[in-house]
């Protein structure tokens, strides 16, 4: 088996928590906005209790026959339809919550909001939130402000963007403790992502 077949199209900075340790097989685990699960193909293979939520049907459909595959012991409802901000799960029932590259999709701050504090209340005490998100960090000139409070990006799409005194009001609002620094990569000509990862004490 090559190493993309065993991690798929993992995001790199998700592969950095798991090479620290920080997810593991007998963690329980969301990927809100899982997309078709280009983050979880390690973790189904290794038999860890993964949970998805996405707001395309399609694309439920797709991680569900990923998971068919990989982890055929998974009940294909562990997969399902469904907002960010609308999470139909207990308090605290994920010991690991990943959002990659979902937020930055937030149409003004109320919604960013509601996203961001659905994704906290279902982690659990001592669980972490691993968050990758568009910024301004780094191309705050490049950037131009929309009505609605979005931004257009050097690339041509509109993004919600978040910057550092952003991510640090929101990381004291919830009472998160930063497990890393903030990492920003520039894509010149094009974006800027962020990567936060916050445990829940």
Known sequence: ??????????????????????????????????????????????????????????????VR????????????????????????????????????????????DAQFEA??????RVVAPGGMLFCRLASSDGISGQVTRQADGRYVLPDGTTRYLVDESTLGRWAAVLGGKLLDPLKTTIVHGQRSMTTWVLRKD
């Open 1 to 62: 088996m090559n190493l993309h077949q065993q991690f798929g199209d993992i995001d790199i900075y998700l592969f950095d928590q798991l090479l620290k340790g920080r997810i593991r097989p007998d963690d329980r685990i969301l990927d809100a906005g899982c997309g078709g699960g280009r983050n979880l193909v390690y973790l189904l293979r290794s038999g860890a209790d993964v949970w998805g939520v996405d707001g395309d049907a399609d694309a439920v459909a797709e």
């Open 65 to 108: 026959q990923l998971a068919a595959t990989l982890s055929p012991g998974l009940p294909p409802d562990r997969f399902r339809v469904s907002t960010l901000e609308a999470l139909a799960f207990p308090d605290g029932h994920f010991t690991v919550v990943i959002c990659s590259a979902v937020l930055h999709f937030a149409r003004s």
């Open 115 to 120: 996203m961001l504090r659905s994704l906290w």
